[in-house]
């Protein structure tokens, strides 16, 4: 009866054990897709100012040019 009873609690134990072990490896996978989102996000971010930036450097040099044409006028 004591050997079914420890035995039933090794058991138990095992079980408890795997479910950790799995729940390690959720969080572990959950963390590193997040990590995979965020630094995709930053790079887009990243490219959108970059791009924006360009933009206004454009928008600049359009308005000095026609600044500096009228000036010439």
Known sequence: MEV???TSILKDKER????NLRIQELN???SREVERKLAEKMEMSQE????Q???LQERLKEHVSCI????HS
Not at 16 to 19: D, F, G, S, T, Y
Not at 48 to 51: E, S
């Open 4 to 6: 079914q009873r420890l």
């Open 16 to 19: 408890v054990q795997e479910a």
């Open 28 to 30: 572990q996978s959950f």
């Open 48 to 51: 959108n100012k970059v791009i």
């Open 53 to 55: 930036i360009k933009a």
């Open 68 to 71: 500096c044409t009228l000036h």
